[in-house]
Each structure stands twice: as structure tokens, then as C-alpha cells.
């Protein structure tokens, strides 16, 4: 069983203006500055919390040239953030100081929300959980201008969208654990007990919704938690009792990782808690140059001329 969303990657079309909008508008952490281990000439940077623990990990491959996507069934169409319900004024006066585009306050689940766009038009909301569900142990990143009043702490949830809820309630209640806890109209809330943090899934059932297209702008993966090696396999074994293709197990050196595409269309990954971002770098020193797991430092010089310049702070 998983205890929840582990990170979620989408696709940015600039790595400038991604690294400025989820560090300076969202007040995130860029905790790594990497690359896409299986397209070395394309940037991967992961922004979250003080560490980057999972169940705060929003990632970006940087794809050029850039080509812009669509939302759709198929793909992960919306991402949840958490901060306290208090904030939400806070935040709605900043996205309009800032220029972000953004909507009105909605409530769904009993839960107020915020719904906003990036500079690709990625689709995220900002959810109000109130403080006594706010795990006491999480470490938000704060900036000059984000205090921990208002600072993002973890995912809240992530929708998916797709054609038939048959498509995609076996992997989430037989290999990971999810029990459904309520609906809405055409949205299905599941949750995994015994987890406070990232532990929500909203699906989006709507058969005569549009098949989305991959790229810019759009959810590439979603990764859920797996405590250590032991309980990975378990999940795997589990989404090949279901007849799906799951990868061998990949190692991306700050977690272990297995993907497989699910019957909707989504693409899933199943990683390992650990070894987490200071595999390599110190606390202080995260996101700070370029780091390449040991099995490409070889070829540092050949990938850093390969990529466009991005100066972090």
C-alpha cells in the first residue's frame, strides 16, 4: 500500500521561466538541477519543500523545441497543492499582483480552492486545509515574501482524467491501496488511510471528453510512494497480476523507480522514498549546479555545452 503521491512530473517549454515562476510566484525549492536521465540534452528540475520529500516533489522535464500540449482524458489535467486555509486571500492578491492567470474561489469536498495557470498553461489549484490537518512535522520552503502562514507544504491531491472509471480503479484500489471516499458530480475521491500527507486522488470521469495530447503545459507522469525496495516489488508483482507491463525496477539514483501505462492512458510510476536529494549534495547546497547521478558524471562536460544556460541564485 502506498502512503500517497511520491512527486509529479510535467513538461515546461522554458527552463528560465519555469525555474521563476515555481520558485519566485509559488515560493518552492529548486532542490535538484538535473537531467532527464533518458534524454541527457533536456533539463529536469524538481521543486518542493525544504528537502524535497516525497509527497512534495513537483518535477519539469524542460522539452525543445518547445510544442504545446492539451488537457485531456489520458493524463493527470490537474495539480493539487496544499497551504492553509488561510492564505488563500494572500494568495489570490499576490497571483493578481503577479499577473498569474487565475479563478475565482470554488469549493469542492468541502474543501476551498484556488484554480491557476503557469506560463505554459500547466493547470494548478491551491487548496485550503486547515491547520490542524497540516502534517506538524513538514518543512515548507519559505522566501522573503512567503512565510510559513502561507507557504505550499505538500500536494493535496492530483486529478485524473479519464473515459471510464473501470479504466483505472483497479491500480488504485488493488495495487495501491486507495479506498473510494466520496463523489461529486463526475469527480471520484479516493484516499489511503494511515497517510496525512499527499494521500488524496480525485478522478474525472467524462466519456465525451477529448483524448489530451503530451507536451507542454501537460501532466507527463504521476509517481506514487514505495517505503523501500521490498514493497516496490510488491506493487509490481501486483500490476502484473492485473495483466499491465510494468518496466524492471530503474535506478534513478535518488529513488528506485517503476513505470507502466495504465488501461486510461496515464502514464504511472511506483518509487522509492529514498535515497532522497542528499544522495549527493548537502542540505545547504541543493539545487544549487548541475548534478548528475555517478553513472553520468563521466560525461558532464559533453551535457552541460548541450544545455542552455540557467543560473540559479
Not at 515562476?21 to 521543486?47: A, I, M, S
Not at 520552503?141 to 505538500?154: F, M, P
Not at 484516499?191 to 474525472?204: D, M, N
Not at 503530451?214 to 521490498?230: L, P
Request: charged share 25%; no cysteine.
Amino acid at each position: 500500500m502506498t502512503k500517497g503521491i511520491h512527486h509529479i512530473t510535467a513538461i515546461a517549454s522554458n527552463a528560465v521561466e519555469n525555474l521563476q515562476f515555481y520558485t519566485t510566484v509559488l515560493g518552492l525549492r529548486l532542490v535538484k538541477k538535473t537531467v532527464n536521465q533518458d534524454d541527457v540534452e533536456t533539463y529536469h528540475l524538481f521543486f518542493g519543500d525544504r528537502m524535497g520529500e516525497p509527497g512534495m516533489d513537483l518535477t519539469f522535464f524542460v522539452f525543445l523545441p518547445p510544442m504545446q500540449g492539451a488537457r485531456g482524458n489520458g493524463l493527470v489535467t490537474n495539480i493539487s497543492l496544499a497551504v492553509p486555509e488561510s492564505s488563500l486571500g494572500f494568495w489570490q492578491t499576490r497571483f493578481q499582483q503577479l499577473h498569474v492567470k487565475h479563478e475565482v474561489v470554488s469549493e469542492r469536498f468541502g474543501q476551498k480552492r484556488v484554480l491557476f495557470f503557469d506560463h505554459d498553461n500547466q493547470q494548478l489549484e491551491l487548496v485550503g486545509v486547515d491547520d490542524t490537518e497540516l502534517m506538524a512535522d513538514s518543512e515548507p520552503w519559505t522566501t522573503t515574501q512567503i512565510s510559513k502562514k502561507e507557504a505550499v507544504r505538500s500536494f493535496h491531491s492530483a486529478t485524473l482524467s479519464v473515459i471510464s472509471l473501470e479504466s483505472v480503479e483497479p491500480i488504485l484500489t488493488e495495487v495501491l491501496g486507495y479506498t473510494k471516499l466520496d463523489a461529486e458530480e463526475h469527480v471520484h475521491l479516493y484516499g489511503v488511510k494511515h497517510s496525512q500527507r499527499a494521500y488524496l486522488l480525485e478522478v474525472s470521469e467524462q466519456p465525451s471528453t477529448a483524448m489530451g495530447f503530451n507536451a507542454a503545459g501537460t501532466v507527463h507522469h504521476i509517481a506514487f510512494r514505495a517505503k523501500d525496495e521490498t514493497e516496490q516489488l510488491s506493487m509490481r508483482n501486483k500490476v502484473l497480476e492485473l495483466g499491465l507491463y510494468p518496466t524492471e525496477v530503474i535506478n534513478r539514483f535518488y529513488f528506485k523507480s517503476v513505470y507502466f501505462r495504465s488501461p486510461a492512458g496515464i502514464l504511472f510510476e511506483i518509487a522509492t522514498d529514498g535515497p532522497g536529494f542528499t544522495a549527493d549534495e548537502k542540505e545547504s547546497e541543493l539545487g544549487k549546479k548541475l548534478a548528475l547521478p555517478p553513472f553520468l558524471e563521466s560525461r558532464r562536460k559533453e551535457i552541460e555545452s548541450n544545455l542552455p544556460e540557467l543560473k540559479v541564485e
